[in-house]
């Protein structure tokens, strides 16, 4: 059981995913950090999700970046989104991780900012403990 | 059975897909037209892909349009995508459906333009009959 | 007493609050509506802020947007961004949105998405029922 | 004969060239390279294309990357496109290669994204063997 | 005989066109108004140029907008391009006429700037007469 | 008591205030340089603006730069902006500095170009001494 | 004599300087309004400028928008631009003021905004008055 | 007496003059290179222009880029302008150059395509030698 699960489409985010797991860190709360891409392996991204018993999801990609949208459509609690600058400074996935179809809502961080896509996620946890 | 499945991923892209639906209307392949969103109903895009014996996949979405790449992940068909304006004069969607990761390929066509998705289709419709 | 807070940079955003509003309406949390200009009226909206319980916010603003980060740098609470058209296709405001500063996170959804900023909340106060 | 003929528009393409030879290497169809700029070599191409008895083409070009084009022009076989980053990171050969007239439809992967244009291809010509 | 030859990629150029048309009627030289798509009626085109006695070629086009690179590589005379906004605001059909590979150069002029095609070609043949 | 206040928003800003600072060595006007975020720090940035004499304030800084705008907000003095290439070469910084709302004026130089910040900054003081 | 000069590049910018207007007409100080194109009336602003005892320039122009480093490149005054979305949202006249050279600065406030350019200019005055 | 003029506006410039340079000593014309900014010497290059018998103008500049437009404005012979990428990729001094007002043409090559600028030039001289 966890509280927060980090979700990164590809390996090569890696670097982006560890902004993020250095301030989790600091916290008291749990996490586990997965790779796994939207579009090579969706039945084990379905499964996944659908097993999880995380509180808030942050999910990391770049290029189209479909991770944390198809993340969204899979699950009811918050999706955070981080865009990673693979081609195009990044733009390509900031646009792809904002502009969701009204109902299935990402919060987009900024491009390569791990840090904040943690930081977002323990405001929400704190939420929980301080309603 | 048929040969061509058009997906849009909102009945708000139904004007763009209705200029593909022209082009094959004046050919004499066979194809249908559905709407379903990767986003708001993705076990049904997973069944009704699964469950497809279309040869090729035209896939009509905006925004972040996910709809491409999710249906070139359940399929080895080709599959063709059509970006749609709705905003930022629909560079969100053509860098959403082209900027694929490696190993699941979408052929983006023109923004609004459903007439080359068609058109594109319909060659590789051909190919089939005159390789 | 309320969960949720909605600002706006200006009355010129009303039509986007209103398609969050719209949303919200269809909850159980309750919510108010204000109308503070990050730039015009800063100290209005330090004290607004600091005197609200609410449980998360939901900022609306366009051109340079700067509300979403200035309510996000007085609170601890969650903020969620939703940048306006007003300019170049509202991506000026997606900008100023996401690209925040590593430790002062706001979660941005789409231009002009009012609804998805509600539906982001949403989740969000779901979550602390039902954490 | 070929499968698949692919063209690069200049010698400086010939890394993203390599990353779809790459790919075709591991498949069991057959393809050659060819280096053609649709600017400089324009009757070289036209001879080309009409003597090729290819059943796709894969085109890279970057900057106004015209060769996608051309090619949709001179064959009805189906034509792949590959945007190289030379200038601008690859969007204005990705815009010059995707937004084609009607009629002329070219299908373009990512910016760079030599793999998916090869992936693209080996779609096609699976589907001429089990259609 | 004629001092310039314009062309236009789609009839659909025509009012930009006719920006340039008003501003040759009034110079003393003598010009043709031609549409050839470079897409659709590529023989057409080198037909057409190759007997063209024209002295610069003021060429019209939107989206990928190949038409102005493919006369520049079909004649030895100046060619000026106009591009076109029919979407992006014309930012497409602007980096697809400007970015053209060394040696085949195309002098582009601004977004819907039919005039400044023509007064450029008048400068031109301005300097013919007196170099 | 100082003519200039110089304020960056990040000390990541330090190489292009320097460009600044270069500028105003020469010059015979007092000026000082200070770190402090408008996001991370806002109560610190409020009470210095409020405690300072400076007739004129230079804001650097970069990504969602609110910097500026919020120093315009809380001074009546004029504001000039440099924004910093963090991520997209500037452009989110270069957007949220000059697209104020109508009221809270901010004078945008150009990215990276701290030394317009200055001699802008130059300019206005020489005017006090002889308007 | 006046205080403020405000130069617009063409009459179709006028629009955007009634803006200014309506606000300088609220303020204390006089102001003129002049059009003069610095591309096409060089000579003309050259001698405005040399002969105005204006203490501030308010320069207002789209697309290329060379008139505000003109201006600032004549007079040692400051010198602010305001950026008229003609084509591409004002990208183009946005960029033109701000990325001005070393040396030569240009205050830009936001596309269209000719309130701010006022606001910015009274600002400078008032420093004037009370330094 | 010479047939080109090649202007840069900053020595920072050289190398993309250079790329023409290395065109033009391959071919009969003569030409000099001259390095004077529109913005900081614009009278010695009102002086330079009216003096000089060149009878086409290469300018290359980044940036702002007006010095390609103010040459137009001053001379009435044919004026190429060369962008050169010092931010934003040359984003900025290709709008900038192509992106004239009516009357006051300015043909613009490529991003950094110092070599087009000179093709350009040869294919204007070689007409006037054979009309």
């Known amino acids: 059981m966890v509280d927060i699960s980090m979700i990164m489409g590809s390996e090569s985010d890696r670097s982006i995913a560890n902004r993020a797991v250095a ?3 600091k916290s008291k709360y749990t996490y586990e950090v997965m790779v796994i891409s939207a579009h090579r392996n969706p039945d084990e ?9 995380a509180k808030v999801f942050i999910t990391i990609a770049g290029l189209s970046a479909a991770l944390p949208g198809v993340v969204a ?6 999706v955070i989104g981080v865009p990673v600058s693979a081609k195009l400074g990044g733009l390509d996935a900031l646009l792809s991780i904002a502009q969701m ?5 990402v919060g987009s961080v900024g491009i390569d900012n ?10 929400i946890l704190d939420l929980i403990e301080n309603p």
């Open 23 to 25: 301030v989790l860190e």
């Open 114 to 123: 791990g840090a904040n896509g943690a930081y977002l996620a323990l405001r």
């Open 101 to 105: 179809p009204p109902g299935v809502p």
């Open 73 to 78: 459509s899979r699950t009811k609690k918050p």
């Open 45 to 53: 991204l379905d499964s996944y999700i659908s097993d999880s018993d």
